[in-house]
């Protein structure tokens, strides 16, 4: 990976592209430290540090990819999460409305219109998220447990003008993203995402230390390279089924007699089950948050049970939820049946299936048997964090495993696999020359 890097910076075009992105990255990085009009910064600074020693917090997951700047209340607070919660949206529907299934199947010009569509609703999420976070901030329930004022003054002309930055902050987001994707290297809202987690990593390793001490400090660390390995071996690993294309004349001209495979991998839906899961599971945290004085003992079983990240009930509903997202996502993502009619289209077959309702058959029990592994496997990476904390107690935060984990390495994975492929491209160029 190293080597790749270098090799990319001694090639001039390569070099352009990744001193771009890293000039989007840190103006990315400034607008997250810069807050909004009418925070009061010593206050939220104070109201942040009591969360941060006591973990509590019904915002981690939002605070996670906005990279700490949520609770800050600066102008990129809201952070990509409406751009992820409308990708998502988006991905759902297609499935249900024939309208936007018939779009993606158009190609580009039906995926650039899906594009649009995801703009609009980023915007009208963090519309409703930007008012949600101020009328929260306005009423000191931003950061549980804080009893300062987050704001000087809440009347509607600031909170009006606090609404229409955070909105503006995330538009700017999208355009950062888009900016990286067309001059730069990689997909540019996932390296804005890994920069939003990685600006937490430093701090929270460090808070370990400072609580824990050295030692501990020292076996997290190789136990998180160890982590980090084994999710790198799993991210790579798919099955490859072989496909034969048959001879056949068009014109004059001979085409099929080809090989190649339909790669699965065996974590096909990434980490869209953890966000799924995880967001299920705020809404009892969050119900607990707004009614801490309330004697129903429904909620006091939910408060103690189920909003506890260190309660084994609340692991095993997590655990249970991630495995049931993934063949969820899985059987909406990806179409046995499609797949098996293109590949009769083109005259292609799975060696040893006939084409047609076998090969559909033979697709679907092959994706059934691989999900298994890799619905177990997206749980137990979630649950590294809550059997950490439960364990180590770690002040509320665990750097290895769970979102932030799945999120570094397999963007981490993409970039360089991105960067490699265009030095081979200029390699075989000249090599052919």
Same mark, same amino acid.
């Given at each position: 990976?190293?080597?790749?890097?270098?090799?990319?910076? $001694?090639?001039?075009? %390569?070099?352009?592209?990744? /001193?771009?992105?890293?000039? &989007?990255? !840190?103006?990315? *990085?400034?607008?997250?430290?810069?807050?909004?009009?009418?925070?009061?910064?010593?206050?939220?600074?104070?109201?942040?540090?009591?969360?941060?020693?006591?973990?509590?917090?019904?915002?981690?997951?939002?605070?996670?990819?906005?990279?700490?700047?949520?609770?800050?209340?600066?102008?990129?607070?809201?952070?990509?999460?409406?751009?992820?919660?409308?990708?998502?949206?988006?991905?759902?529907?297609?499935?249900?409305?024939?309208?936007?299934?018939?779009?993606?199947?158009?190609?580009?010009?039906?995926?650039?219109?899906?594009?649009?569509?995801? $703009?609009?609703?980023? %915007?009208?999420?963090?519309? /409703?998220?930007?008012?949600? &976070?101020? !009328?929260?901030? *306005?009423?000191k329930s931003l950061i549980s447990g804080c009893t300062?004022?987050?704001?000087?003054?809440?009347?509607?002309?600031?909170?009006?003008?606090?609404?229409?930055?955070?909105?503006?902050?995330?538009?700017?987001?999208?355009?950062?993203?888009?900016?990286?994707?067309?001059?730069?290297?990689?997909?540019?809202?996932?390296?804005?995402?890994?920069?939003?987690?990685?600006?937490?990593?430093?701090?929270?390793?460090?808070?370990?230390?400072?609580?824990?001490?050295?030692?501990?400090?020292?076996?997290?660390?190789?136990?998180?390279?160890?982590?980090?390995?084994?999710?790198?071996?799993i991210e790579q690993a798919q099955r490859r089924i072989?496909?034969?294309?048959? *001879?056949?004349?068009?014109?004059?001209?001979?085409?099929?007699?080809?090989?190649?495979?339909?790669?699965?991998?065996?974590?096909?839906?990434?980490?869209?089950?953890?966000?799924?899961?995880?967001?299920?599971?705020?809404?009892?945290?969050?119900?607990?948050?707004?009614?801490?004085?309330?004697?129903?003992?429904?909620?006091?079983?939910?408060?103690?049970?189920?909003?506890?990240?260190?309660?084994?009930?609340?692991?095993?509903?997590?655990?249970?939820?991630?495995?049931?997202?993934?063949?969820?996502?899985?059987?909406?993502?990806?179409?046995?049946?499609?797949?098996?009619?293109?590949?009769?289209?083109?005259?292609?077959?799975?060696?040893?299936?006939?084409?047609?309702?076998?090969?559909?058959?033979?697709?679907?029990?092959?994706?059934?048997?691989?999900?298994?592994?890799?619905?177990?496997?997206?749980?137990?990476?979630?649950?590294?964090?809550?059997?950490?904390?439960?364990?180590?107690?770690?002040?509320?935060?665990?750097?290895?495993?769970?979102?932030?984990?799945?999120?570094?390495?397999?963007?981490?994975?993409?970039?360089?696999?991105?960067?490699?492929?265009?030095?081979?491209?200029?390699?075989?160029?000249?090599?052919?020359?």
């Amino acid at each position: 990976m190293l080597g790749a890097f270098a090799n990319a910076f $001694r090639t001039p075009d %390569l070099r352009r592209k990744l /001193l771009f992105v890293i000039f &989007i990255i !840190a103006v990315f *990085r400034l607008g997250a430290q810069i807050p909004s009009p009418g925070v009061n910064v010593p206050n939220v600074q104070a109201c942040f540090a009591d969360a941060s020693k006591s973990g509590n917090s019904v915002f981690q997951m939002i605070n996670l990819f906005s990279g700490g700047a949520l609770l800050q209340l600066t102008v990129f607070a809201l952070g990509i999460m409406p751009y992820i919660t409308a990708s998502i949206i988006l991905q759902l529907l297609v499935v249900v409305i024939p309208r936007l299934e018939a779009l993606k199947k158009e190609g580009q010009s039906g995926q650039t219109k899906i594009t649009q569509y995801t $703009r609009y609703l980023t %915007l009208g999420l963090a519309i /409703l998220q930007a008012t949600g &976070i101020t !009328a929260l901030a *306005r009423n000191k329930s931003l950061i549980s447990g804080c009893t300062r004022d987050l704001l000087y003054n809440g009347n509607l002309s600031t909170m009006l003008i606090m609404i229409t930055v955070l909105t503006a902050g995330t538009a700017v987001i999208m355009w950062l993203g888009e900016l990286i994707t067309d001059r730069g290297i990689g997909n540019g809202m996932s390296i804005l995402i890994f920069t939003q987690v990685i600006a937490q990593f430093p701090g929270s390793l460090w808070q370990l230390k400072v609580s824990k001490g050295w030692w501990i400090f020292g076996g997290v660390i190789v136990a998180g390279i160890a982590i980090m390995a084994a999710v790198i071996f799993i991210e790579q690993a798919q099955r490859r089924i072989p496909v034969q294309y048959a *001879r056949r004349m068009v014109g004059r001209k001979m085409f099929g007699g080809s090989s190649t495979y339909i790669p699965l991998k065996v974590n096909q839906a990434g980490i869209i089950p953890v966000i799924f899961a995880s967001s299920l599971l705020y809404l009892p945290s969050m119900a607990v948050q707004f009614n801490p004085r309330s004697n129903s003992p429904i909620l006091r079983w939910i408060g103690e049970y189920l909003a506890s990240p260190d309660s084994a009930i609340h692991m095993a509903v997590y655990f249970v939820l991630i495995i049931f997202f993934t063949y969820f996502y899985v059987s909406i993502t990806f179409n046995p049946q499609e797949v098996a009619d293109n590949m009769k289209q083109y005259g292609g077959f799975i060696p040893g299936i006939r084409a047609g309702k076998p090969t559909e058959d033979y697709l679907s029990y092959v994706l059934s048997r691989i999900t298994l592994p890799g619905s177990l496997y997206l749980g137990l990476v979630a649950l590294i964090p809550l059997i950490a904390l439960a364990t180590v107690q770690a002040n509320g935060k665990f750097p290895f495993g769970g979102t932030s984990l799945l999120i570094m390495v397999g963007v981490a994975l993409d970039t360089v696999k991105q960067i490699e492929g265009q030095l081979q491209q200029r390699n075989y160029e000249g090599f052919l020359r």
